[in-house]
């Protein structure tokens, strides 16, 4: 079973950045995909990014493409969103998810596990 617990959320004002971190406990060996969904309050959960086992591919929201970026650290079995130029839009609740590999990155009905979320706020 796979456990996932994210961190690093906050209050911070537009045109500032954060680091979302993602540790990842518990895999059983498999390959993940490892994504980030966000949820704002009374909206569905909406993908942000993923990326693939590897690292050697990336994928994007259009509405964070050039500010986000996802990265990895499969020996300390962690994931990160590093959050620039933020916007009071991006205000939610993140949630890291994994799933093994998959061309339906951007689904979350594809993804099998899921931390508990960080919130995060973004004020104008």
Not at 13 to 31: V, Y
Request: some cysteine; overall charge positive.
């Amino acid at each position: 079973q796979v456990q996932l617990v994210e961190s690093g959320g906050g209050l911070v004002q537009a045109g500032t950045s954060l680091r979302l971190s993602c540790a990842a406990s518990g895999t059983p060996g498999g390959i993940y995909t490892m994504g980030w969904f966000r949820q704002a309050p009374g909206k569905e959960r909406e993908f942000v990014a993923a990326i693939s086992w590897s690292g050697g591919s990336t994928y994007y929201a259009d509405s964070v493409r050039g500010r986000f970026t996802i990265s990895r650290d499969n020996a300390n079995n962690m994931v990160y969103l590093q959050m620039n130029s933020l916007k009071p839009e991006d205000t939610g609740v993140y949630f890291c998810a994994a799933t093994s590999p998959t061309r339906r990155y951007a689904d979350p009905h594809a993804y099998n596990y899921w931390g508990q979320g960080t919130q995060v706020t973004v004020s104008s």
